[in-house]
């Protein structure tokens, strides 16, 4: 059976589902398959099938402790009647040549985190009957925005679970506000914090050291991508594009795909490299950053450092200065010492620099790439006059990102190039509008009507409710007040 250890410390061991139950790890790591060797498989086993069933043959492999009877359950359940698009996650042709995009948006709130979020929730409770585990789970969860939706829906009213969504006060579009305020369930709630999205994953993260029972009979565990039953589910995709892109003709067997991700908290892009190191043939990984540009960065010279202005940009959900996700990716490249040191040095200093061995074995498969707020408008404007195809501000980024790479040597020779694509453009339809030129000075509402005006499209069912819904959630806290929020909410 596969462990998983920590980041911070190989020699605590847990199963998948007790992994899946904590979400961090009490020392503060993340859990990781203890060794790649054994996740390796031959991938036309996993591509031979349609979505759900490449979704039990990937958790098959990682959540072996289920048993392939549960998994099947657990995928019916998560991926029925979910999603607007019987592919799930389709790709669709757009650009240049051998260019494509892999719509991953097209769950009930409109982002690619719904792919995840909608089986986490079902992980979880079966985690919690397979362990004996009788603690009520109380999710905390900070979001730079699309997280805290798709996470408030996927646990709304599931049984022995309930969950408080942090996120930053005017830091999310009204759209995305709107979204958690009208959320449903008995077991929910949002809450904004006056801080920005780091300010609130940091609370959260301290919340799991102080108080990881905040009330006799709750424990507290996590929907962020910190938790392995989030970053899981991911993988499948990269799988699903290479099987589209076989089905299309467009490449031949064994031939490697380049895959450009807009990142923020390097948790989309660590489900590629799981996904690469599993076997499917995975050319490069480019990680697309805006303007917060850390990550470029640390891929260009091995030196992370937090320590720069925070961007307020029209992707805000890419508006990260701490990416968890890569302290998974520093330990399987850096191993334990170095990356204990590296995230105790980001901890206290705000930097830390790897070893020149250890950046040329990262970027032997990553490239670092960032565009700007302009830069993606332009792809925007470009892509939907030349093709009247509609992307989001985020996938603008990868898709800004994909030209220059494609323009360079390390980026000439790829199969193909596939741009997740996180996002329905209805979802920031106003930095959409404004990217074609149109005029955006009306409500969210109106400028989502104006997009639909556009394109001919409709407007995702998902995100035409939300005006109208009932205000359920209306909180303001201090960042300093989460713990005392967190606990109060217990005894209520
Ligand atoms: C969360 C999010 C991202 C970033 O994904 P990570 O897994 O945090 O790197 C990109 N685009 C959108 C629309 C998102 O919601």
Redesign the pocket.
Known sequence: MIKYISTRDSSHKVSASRAILSGQAPDGGLYIPESLDDIRTDYHKIIDNDFKGMARAVWNIFFDDYGSERIEEIVEKSYTGKFSSPDITPLVKAGRDSSYVLELYHGPTS???DVALSALPNLMTAARSMNDFEDDILILTAT????GSAALFGFSDVPGTSIIVFYPYGGVSDTQRLQMVTAPGSNTKAVAVKGNFDDAQTGVKQLFREIPKPKQGVSLSSAN?INIGRLVPQIVYYFSAYKQLLDMGAISDGDKVDYIV????????MAGYFAREMGLPVGRLVCASNKNDVLAEFLETGHYNRKRPFHKTTSP??DILVSSNLERLLYYICGADHTLEYMRSLAETGEYTITADELSRIRSVFTGLYASDEEGAAAIRAEFEAEHYLMDT?TAIAWSCMEKYRGSDEGKNAAAYVVLS??SPYKFSRAVLEALGEDASGSDRENMEKCHEITGAAVPEGLAGIFDREIRHNDVIETAAMKTYVVENCDK
């Open positions: 982002a690619f985190k730079s925005g699309d997280t991508s807009p990142t923020g908290n390097f948790g989309d892009i959900s890419m985020h996180t996002a």
